[in-house]
Each structure stands twice: as C-alpha cells, then as structure tokens.
C-alpha cells in the first residue's frame, strides 16, 4: 500500500465537505444522531475506521486509539461513540490489526499533526508510546489512556479503566471461590491464557491472579500466549488440557481467548472437570456460559468507561489547556487515575459472597436488565 494517505470525498446532498486523513463526517444539526455506517482509510499497514456521527458543524473530532481489532474493543468504540452522540463530538477509531505499537505510535503523530482536539490510547507497549503521548501534550491535544491500559511514566492527563493487579485479585478469588464451590480441592494446576505479556496491565494482572491461587495450594503454570490469535488461543488451549492431566482450572484474560478455551474444553469433553474464569464479558461467550464451559466471567465495564473517557476528552477539548486542570478536577481521580469497579457474572445465580475486589455479582439475566445498551451491542 502506498505510505501517503488518501484523502476521500463524501458528498451529502446538504453539505459538501473534504477531510483529511482517517476521518470523514457528514455534518447535520442534530448532535444527538449516530450514523451506522462506518467509512475506511488505508495506510500503509493499518485500516482505520471512522464512526461517523450527525454532529453540528465543526464539532469537535476525538480519537481512539483500541489495543486490538477484537470484540471487546468494539464495546468500547461503541461506548465512546455514544458519548459522541450525546456530548456532540465526532468519534475517529483505529482498530491496530495486532499487538504491536508501531501503528499505534503512527496513527497517533498523524492524528497530532492533523489536529485531532483529544485522543484516547490503549498503549499495547506503555513505554514506547511514552514520546508520542507527550508529543501531544507539548501540542496542546489532551491526551488520556485507556481503557483499562496505561502508559504511567508519560504526560498523559489521566488514565480511565481499573486497577490490573486488583483485576487480577478479583480474577483469582473468583477462581478459588468457583473450586472450592465445585468441591475441587489443590493440588493441581491453573493455566493463565492471554495475547502477550508487554504492557503493565498484563504483568500486574497475572501477579494478581496467582497470589490468591498459591496461597490456596495451586500452581499457576506460565502464560500461554497466542500474539493476539483467536485460532491459535484454541490450538493452545487444547495442548495445555493434553498436557497437564491434574489441571483444575483455566483463566482466560483476553475477550477471545474466552470463547477459544471454552471450544478447547468442549471438545475435550471437560466441561465438568476444569473451572473456566474469563476476563472482559463479550457475546461469544454466552453459549460457553449457558453450556458450563465458562464457568464465570469478570466484566470490565468498557463501555462505561470508554464513554467516560470520551465525555472527559470532549470537556478538555472545550476548555482549552488552561482549563484542563479545572475539568480534571470535576472526577475522581487519585494519582491522576480514575479507577472504575469490575463485576463478576455467571449464567445463574450462584451462592457466594462478594471479596473486596469484586464491585457486585449478578447472573446474566440480571445483568441484562442492569446493563440493557451494552447487551445490545453484545447481543
């Protein structure tokens, strides 16, 4: 593919308008509207999309940046797209096609130079995106991190999301508690299956999850990796099942890797001997949720969250960087982080108490009706 980038025309029969690269809007008076129709733009490596929504003219044009082109990512564009709705911004969103930086890092400069007015960013390496996070600071472009992924030692104005190594607490207390209510007892062994290891969040994470495990008399063995790979998070998933007959239990921290080891556990014929916790609660998991192959899943609550970090841009974006501090000040940040609560679900009601990392406990008809705009775009 070419490296410079195609500028696109979109003609509306009341407006006429040309933007440049990766985003496009069609420009009405209803700020409120969303618009389905997604346009894409390509770069030389990397295919964007622009959420269009009917904004007033010269709305403000926010960016999100994802970590992956995976599910649960898209709950967060959705959640962020309707934050754009409602506060009349113009939601811009890149999907990277793998776990690396590289595109991030491009993305973002473009973004920087083009005069995007926030951005969002889920760094996938929290160090290498400490320059360009700073390179839109120093530009006056407020930016923040999320959701649910940090880059601490950057200037970023914030960070939206949850704790890693008390997500990871919550995971493996969920763990123990699903053992011990299926009346399996250690020793034994726990698989952890996720993308990568490269970002704080998955580090902490796993710190987290394999405290609660050791202390209850378990081995979490080293994280199975798949680089990001739904297909190979399957392949795996059945290999660590042939290899290690004393398994007892599985965790599955990225969205996808959920339904793999839920497939891998099916087809095993396990479904009654290994206790699956998944992390990130996205449709695909339902029917292992409704067969017993997902025991339980940890939602993050992205959607809220990611429209939290759009509402936060788009005041920042208003106030201008005089008044970032002002708005700042209007959440409750702690150490410039604002930390959102977890939840655990199950297909039905369970007896167990809540531990401390746990916001609330609810089964998925309950959660249907708690969480009915992000079913919609689960379901």
């Not at 990766?22 to 997604?38: L, Y």
């Not at 290498?128 to 030692?153: C, F, H, K, L, R």
């Not at 339902?286 to 788009?314: F, K, N, P, R």
Request: glycine content about 10%; overall charge negative.
């Amino acid at each position: 593919m070419k490296r410079s980038i195609y500028f696109l025309l979109i003609l509306v029969s009341c407006f006429s308008l040309v933007l440049g690269f990766s985003f496009i809007g069609c420009k009405a008076q209803e700020p409120e509207v969303v618009v389905e129709t997604v346009t894409e733009t390509v770069t030389e490596t990397v295919t964007e999309k622009v959420v269009e929504t009917v904004v007033e003219e010269g709305a403000p044009k926010i960016g999100y940046i994802t970590r992956l082109a995976v599910p649960w990512w898209v709950v967060c564009e959705k959640g962020f797209s309707a934050a754009g709705a409602d506060y009349g911004f113009e939601p811009i969103i890149y999907d990277p096609p793998q776990l690396t930086v590289e595109d991030q890092v491009r993305v973002m400069e473009t973004w920087i130079s083009a005069g995007l007015d926030g951005i969002i960013i889920g760094p996938n390496d929290p160090a290498a995106t400490i320059g360009v996070i700073n390179q839109a600071i120093d530009a006056g472009v407020p930016a923040i991190t999320g959701y649910g992924v940090d880059s601490p030692d950057s200037n970023r104005l914030a960070y939206v999301g949850y704790a890693p190594y008390e997500l990871g607490l919550a995971s493996g207390k969920g763990m123990v508690a699903m053992l011990e209510l299926q009346g399996i007892e250690p020793p034994g062994k726990i698989s952890y299956h996720t993308g990568g290891m490269a970002s704080t969040e998955d580090v902490a994470a796993l710190e987290g999850f394999t405290e609660p495990l050791e202390e209850a008399g378990f081995e979490v063995i080293e994280p199975v990796l798949d680089e990001g790979d739904a297909a190979k998070a399957i392949a795996r998933a059945s290999e660590v099942l042939a290899l290690y007959p004393d398994l007892k239990g599985m965790l599955t921290f990225y969205d996808y890797t959920g339904p793999a080891v839920g497939k891998a556990v099916t087809d095993a014929g396990k479904i009654d001997d290994i206790v699956v916790i998944s992390d990130g609660f996205i449709g695909e998991m339902v029917q292992y949720l409704e067969s017993g192959a997902i025991d339980a899943s940890i939602d993050l609550v992205q959607y809220e969250g990611s429209y939290i970090g759009g509402e936060m841009l788009y005041k920042l974006s208003q106030a201008g960087q005089e008044g970032w501090d002002d708005v700042l000040s209007e959440y409750s940040l702690v150490d410039k982080e604002l930390i959102l609560g977890v939840g655990f679900l199950t297909y039905e009601k369970v007896d167990l108490e809540i531990w401390p990392e746990i916001g609330w406990m609810m089964d998925l008809e309950t959660w249907k009706t708690e969480f009915p705009d992000v079913w919609e775009v689960l379901g």
